[in-house]
């Protein structure tokens, strides 16, 4: 089992509202990660977690909030968000931290596309 | 940066033919992974091939790495309208443990039936 599962698949929320995007995998996995993505645009680094604690935040705004409450849950809460901020945010998650610097294979889930209206 | 770079940014073919995507990075790297992304999809990951290899296959895909120009090829051979995707590589860097991936701006390739 290789699967990285987001939910929910669309989210649409007003700049005022506070939402969560979820994220979960069984593969036993110690890094979890998110990623922004634009249209026509390659993935970019947002968070990296390793062993459940924050290692890489990437100048991300705090409107933005990750969470790990376990080994296998990554979350981004979402708050007062602005309509640039629509997007598509994909979790992903490997073997070891360091990613594909220790030789793992990064799994990326489907996404969660967001509109902020 | 260490953001690479595929090559064409856009390639369009007929079934049955063979597609070659490029790309290139900057600085050392331990590995490097290909990615397909369907439309409005998740990236599904194709082939990771190390620094100390050379060539790497899987099924129709070739993927080869030559670290002394710091670039990659992907070829899809006897393509099929449903490879019609987005194709990224992405890299680490070698002078880093933190897990970060340098994506290239993706090749969108089209395959007409």
């Known amino acids: 089992d290789t699967e990285v599962t987001q939910t929910p698949k669309h989210l649409v929320m007003g700049m005022t509202n506070k939402k969560s995007l979820k994220c979960e995998q069984h593969m036993g996995h110690r890094a979890m990660y998110w990623y922004k993505q634009k249209a026509k645009k390659p993935p970019e680094l947002m968070f990296v977690y390793s062993y459940e604690k924050l290692s890489i935040n990437e100048s991300v705004p705090s409107r933005f909030s990750p969470e790990c409450p376990n080994s296998s849950l990554l979350n981004l809460h979402l708050h007062a968000l602005q309509p640039e901020d629509s997007a598509l945010y994909l979790c992903a998650s490997s073997q070891e931290p360091g990613g594909l610097s220790s030789g793992n294979t990064i799994y990326f889930g489907e996404g969660s596309w967001l509109t902020v209206v | 940066s260490q953001q690479g770079e595929e090559d064409p940014q856009a390639l369009s073919i007929q079934e049955g033919e063979n597609a070659t995507m490029n790309c290139s990075y900057k600085?050392?790297?331990?590995?490097l992974q290909w990615y397909r992304q369907n439309s409005g999809r998740g990236l599904v990951h194709l082939i990771l091939?190390?620094?100390?290899?050379r060539e790497k296959h899987s099924g129709r895909l070739r993927v080869t790495l030559d670290t002394s120009k710091k670039s990659s090829s992907l070829l899809i051979t006897a393509s099929r309208a449903a490879d019609t995707a987005s194709y990224f590589c992405a890299t680490d860097d070698r002078g880093s443990t933190l897990g970060r991936l340098y994506f290239g701006r993706g090749t969108q390739l089209t395959v007409w039936p």
């Open positions: 091939i190390r620094s100390n290899e």
């Open positions: 600085t050392s790297i331990n590995n």
